[in-house]
């Protein structure tokens, strides 16, 4: 038999049997579907919150507030050590009196408290554009110490210090969605397997006679690898409908959440989507591996 | 053909299933392997197509050594060997062409191929009429029939039962034994477990292997019709005309 033939019989085999015990089938794609859909659901939080770090990262802004009352070349050696390293796009300097017109643009309702003072109510400051790479750089944190102790510093605000908090964060959230998933996994490669193996108990009579009149192993075995396949597959798919329901209603829903942006600003790319597929397929192979293990063990054309 | 040397076999915590047993069964003949329950009938049958494995010995079969034939290898070695069964082994959820067909299948011939042999080897045993109906629409006699021909649907060179009339009355018995014995007067080894007196008494000749508390303890050839005074005539006329 070639193998596009046998293929063939095995998915007609594997349909036949599935729907012969479908009652059992579906709780074993419940399974590996409620598994697959919070590993998806990690896998999408993970999404939306790297790609909203990213985003971030694009706009990454260091502000230098200047001592008052320093010379003037204290401030541009300042701004030359804030100019020198590669990941600074540019540098601008913003004096005191812009600084206090732009508080009153941005909040004009409050710009009648700043108008009866003396002085200009916020310091002169240098602002630095960063690249993205430089949050990764080791020499990044070092620069930056070097400027908040340099004289002409007065204060030193980096993004980059809540971008790593929640860098952090997003690492956690990885972390558990692992955990999470693998345990589940796991618990659905050993429900599928104990699905599996009571089909292959019920076929028991018919895979005797298969070996009897000499089929081979991969011929016995092939059906129930298809049907772990597609049961997997299901199951994947069933987890990713669902997950796609849930973030149309997130994204419908009247009030959006901080939380619900980021878990569901965006839906899972392609590439993750297909992901969850493959991870759904191998898991409902590896549950036929292990049933057909454990079946093995008790094999005999003779019953 | 079949050759078993010095085998010896004893089941973990049980009695020996057979000790020292050495015999030869040359092409085309026909063996009757008769002994009281717990003789070692089965066992023996089941190392012919490698279900069983000897603890000290060596079997050929077709020249090979059935005992150390890689795992892999089993299918190919079962492929040349026919096999029947007391209890039939047939599936009721499929058809007598579903039944038949599992070895075709597995050999990959086409679908119009699969219902011609299937056709073929149904033909041989009087169901060619029956090939969609279900076992559970078949008689006990019927049943024994199609496993007969899902034994012998590609023609192996050895067909073994294992008291094949065991579920049937003497007059299937009989029918059963006809077929078997024009299989065998086709050039098929036939190796028959029994130990029903009346199916060797009507046996027209051929070969009887007796075993007792897993010894081999006789191998006799059986008298040929013209050597009983004609008490086989009736079977062995038949032969051939069982469909």
């Given at each position: 038999?070639?193998?596009?033939?046998?293929?063939?019989?095995?998915?007609?085999?594997?349909?036949?049997?599935?729907?012969?015990?479908?009652?059992?089938?579906?709780?074993?794609?419940?399974?590996?579907?409620?598994?697959?859909?919070?590993?998806?659901?990690?896998?999408?939080?993970?999404?939306?919150?790297?790609?909203?770090?990213?985003?971030?990262?694009?706009?990454?802004?260091?502000?230098?507030?200047?001592?008052?009352?320093?010379?003037?070349?204290?401030?541009?050696?300042?701004?030359?050590?804030?100019?020198?390293?590669?990941?600074?796009?540019?540098?601008?300097?913003?004096?005191?009196?812009?600084?206090?017109?732009?508080?009153?643009?941005?909040?004009?309702?409050?710009?009648?408290?700043?108008?009866?003072?003396?002085?200009?109510?916020?310091?002169?400051?240098?602002?630095?554009?960063?690249?993205?790479?430089?949050?990764?750089?080791?020499?990044?944190?070092?620069?930056?110490?070097?400027?908040?102790?340099?004289?002409?510093?007065?204060?030193?605000?980096?993004?980059?210090?809540?971008?790593?908090?929640?860098?952090?964060?997003?690492?956690?959230?990885?972390?558990?969605?692992?955990?999470?998933?693998?345990?589940?996994?796991?618990?659905?490669?050993?429900?599928?397997?104990?699905?599996?193996?009571?089909?292959?108990?019920?076929?028991?009579?018919?895979?005797?006679?298969?070996?009897?009149?000499?089929?081979?192993?991969?011929?016995?075995?092939?059906?129930?690898?298809?049907?772990?396949l597609i049961q997997g597959l299901s199951?994947?798919?069933?987890?990713?409908?669902?997950?796609?329901?849930?973030?149309?209603?997130?994204?419908?829903?009247?009030?959006?959440?901080?939380?619900?942006?980021?878990?569901?600003?965006?839906?899972?790319?392609?590439?993750?989507?297909?992901?969850?597929?493959?991870?759904?397929?191998?898991?409902?192979?590896?549950?036929?591996?292990?049933?057909?293990?454990?079946?093995?063990?008790?094999?005999?054309?003779?019953? | 053909?079949?050759?078993?040397?010095?085998?010896?076999?004893?089941?973990?915590?049980?009695?020996?299933?057979?000790?020292?047993?050495?015999?030869?069964?040359?092409?085309?003949?026909?063996?009757?392997?008769?002994?009281?329950?717990?003789?070692?009938?089965?066992?023996?049958?089941?190392?012919?197509?490698?279900?069983?494995?000897?603890?000290?010995?060596?079997?050929?079969?077709?020249?090979?050594?059935?005992?150390?034939?890689?795992?892999?290898?089993?299918?190919?070695?079962?492929?040349?060997?026919?096999?029947?069964?007391?209890?039939?082994?047939?599936?009721?959820?499929?058809?007598?062409?579903?039944?038949?067909?599992?070895?075709?299948?597995?050999?990959?011939?086409?679908?119009?191929?699969?219902?011609?042999?299937?056709?073929?080897?149904?033909?041989?045993?009087?169901?060619?009429?029956?090939?969609?109906?279900?076992?559970?629409?078949?008689?006990?006699?019927?049943?024994?029939?199609?496993?007969?021909?899902?034994?012998?649907?590609?023609?192996?060179?050895?067909?073994?039962?294992?008291?094949?009339?065991?579920?049937?009355?003497?007059?299937?018995?009989?029918?059963?034994?006809?077929?078997?014995?024009?299989?065998?007067?086709?050039?098929?080894?036939?190796?028959?477990?029994?130990?029903?007196?009346?199916?060797?008494?009507?046996?027209?000749?051929?070969?009887?292997?007796?075993?007792?508390?897993?010894?081999?303890?006789?191998?006799?050839?059986?008298?040929?019709?013209?050597?009983?005074?004609?008490?086989?005539?009736?079977?062995a006329g038949d032969v051939g005309e069982?469909?």
């Amino acid at each position: 038999m070639n193998l596009t033939s046998a293929l063939l019989y095995f998915l007609r085999e594997a349909c036949r049997s599935l729907l012969r015990s479908w009652k059992i089938s579906f709780v074993a794609v419940l399974t590996m579907g409620i598994g697959l859909f919070l590993c998806s659901l990690f896998l999408l939080a993970f999404q939306n919150i790297s790609s909203l770090l990213e985003s971030w990262s694009q706009g990454l802004r260091i502000v230098v507030y200047l001592q008052p009352d320093r010379d003037e070349a204290e401030y541009e050696a300042l701004a030359k050590e804030l100019e020198n390293p590669s990941w600074v796009a540019s540098v601008s300097r913003v004096s005191a009196e812009e600084a206090g017109d732009r508080f009153r643009e941005a909040f004009p309702s409050l710009s009648s408290l700043t108008r009866d003072w003396e002085e200009p109510p916020f310091p002169a400051s240098l602002e630095a554009s960063i690249e993205a790479y430089a949050i990764d750089d080791p020499a990044f944190d070092t620069w930056l110490e070097a400027l908040r102790s340099h004289v002409a510093a007065l204060m030193v605000d980096a993004d980059q210090d809540w971008l790593g908090q929640l860098s952090t964060f997003l690492g956690l959230v990885t972390g558990a969605g692992i955990t999470l998933g693998l345990v589940f996994l796991t618990a659905a490669v050993l429900t599928g397997a104990s699905i599996l193996r009571l089909v292959a108990h019920l076929q028991r009579e018919e895979i005797a006679i298969m070996r009897l009149v000499g089929a081979t192993e991969f011929f016995v075995r092939g059906p129930f690898y298809v049907e772990g396949l597609i049961q997997g597959l299901s199951g994947a798919i069933l987890a990713l409908l669902t997950l796609g329901v849930i973030t149309l209603l997130a994204d419908r829903g009247p009030e959006q959440a901080l939380w619900s942006g980021l878990l569901f600003g965006q839906f899972l790319s392609l590439g993750g989507c297909l992901s969850i597929l493959a991870v759904g397929g191998v898991t409902g192979i590896l549950g036929a591996v292990v049933s057909l293990r454990r079946e093995g063990r008790e094999e005999g054309v003779t019953g | 053909m079949i050759e078993f040397f010095h085998v010896s076999k004893r089941y973990p915590s049980g009695p020996v299933a057979l000790s020292e047993v050495s015999f030869r069964i040359n092409r085309g003949e026909l063996v009757f392997l008769t002994g009281p329950s717990g003789a070692g009938k089965t066992t023996l049958l089941k190392m012919i197509y490698r279900e069983e494995v000897p603890d000290e010995g060596h079997i050929l079969v077709n020249g090979r050594n059935v005992a150390s034939l890689p795992r892999s290898k089993v299918p190919y070695l079962r492929r040349s060997v026919g096999v029947v069964f007391q209890s039939f082994k047939l599936i009721r959820r499929k058809t007598l062409f579903e039944n038949v067909s599992y070895l075709p299948r597995i050999l990959g011939l086409t679908a119009s191929e699969q219902r011609r042999v299937c056709h073929e080897a149904l033909s041989r045993v009087g169901l060619a009429n029956r090939m969609d109906a279900f076992p559970s629409e078949l008689s006990g006699g019927e049943q024994q029939r199609v496993t007969l021909a899902r034994a012998m649907v590609s023609e192996p060179e050895i067909l073994i039962a294992d008291e094949p009339t065991g579920n049937l009355d003497a007059e299937l018995s009989m029918d059963t034994l006809r077929l078997f014995l024009e299989f065998n007067s086709r050039g098929t080894t036939v190796f028959i477990a029994t130990h029903d007196g009346e199916l060797l008494k009507r046996a027209p000749g051929g070969r009887r292997l007796s075993l007792l508390k897993g010894r081999l303890v006789s191998d006799v050839q059986l008298p040929s019709p013209a050597a009983d005074g004609g008490s086989s005539q009736v079977l062995a006329g038949d032969v051939g005309e069982a469909r």
